[in-house]
């Protein structure tokens, strides 16, 4: 007979905590099953002292270098995004539900921990001299090959500031920032109209279509460790500032695969 533990005996058996594993179960290294409660998953004894063991192998460099490799994607614990028994929860609100109502500028909000007004109550930002001949030129491309070079183009008079500005001027900057991408994206001027209207209005959508994209658009604010995101959080975390944070993960995110 199998034998099971609980979420608190398995995150004590790895030495992580329960977002760390609750990551764990979301990138296929354990698999939660059903307890006696709704909200409570149990895991089976012998796959978590599994991956126990494979995680305090590896002493010397040279079995540290296999482990490493071995490992497969990236668990980083975070306060902003859980993943649990197949549902999707943004700082504790079920994301879906969030979604059927929510604009993409309320989902920055909740994720930032700031209101829509604090993030996004400026005027639309301006683009430099050259932007609209460049992004004339590469219109037919795709969007993976122009993001980068349109994207460095409009924040070129910003890409060297320093990040350590007061909190209500990040979360300005930051809003600012996501209308300068919309731009670049969408081949139009910055504006301060809701993100999925812009879309719509540049893909020529009716307004089901509209709702379609601002739910699909809320619902992947967060969405793991993809490359480009894993990409830009390892830059922010080096106190780089944000614009160089979403370059580089505009630069993984140019790459075939």
């Known amino acids: 007979m199998s034998t099971y533990l609980s979420s608190a ?34 895991y089976l ?30 668990v980083l614990e975070s306060a902003l995004t859980l993943i649990e028994n197949g549902r999707l929860f943004y700082r504790g609100q079920d994301a ?23 993030a996004f109550d400026q005027a639309a930002p301006c683009l ?6 460049l992004a004339a030129q590469w219109r037919e491309r795709r969007a993976e090959q122009t993001l980068l070079p349109l994207f460095s183009l409009a924040c070129a008079e910003d890409i ?16 600012l920032l996501v209308r300068r991408l919309a731009a670049c994206l969408l081949g139009s001027r910055p ?22 994209v601002r739910r699909s658009l809320v619902l992947c604010a967060d969405h793991e460790l993809n490359a480009s995101g894993f990409t830009a959080r390892c830059i922010a975390s080096t106190g780089a500032n944000l614009q160089a944070s979403i370059v580089g993960g505009l630069a993984a995110l140019s790459g075939p695969l």
């Open 9 to 42: 005996d398995a995150a004590a058996l790895l030495g992580v905590s329960r977002q760390t594993l609750y990551a764990y179960v979301s990138r296929g290294l354990l698999h939660a099953h059903p307890g006696e409660e709704a909200r409570e998953s149990r």
């Open 45 to 74: 004894a012998a796959e978590v002292e599994r991956l126990a063991a494979n995680r305090t192998r590896g002493r010397k460099p040279r079995e540290v270098a296999r482990a490493a490799l071995d490992w497969g994607l990236p």
């Open 96 to 118: 879906v539900e969030f979604s059927t109502q929510a604009s993409v500028e309320e989902a920055a909000a909740l994720l930032w921990d700031c209101t829509v007004d604090e």
């Open 128 to 133: 430099p001299t050259g932007f609209d001949a």
């Open 160 to 175: 060297g500031a320093q990040w350590q500005l007061p909190s209500a001027r990040r979360l300005a900057s930051a809003g």
């Open 191 to 212: 504006s301060t109209e809701p993100l999925h209207l812009q879309c719509a209005r540049a893909w020529q959508l009716d307004a089901a279509g509209a709702d379609l």
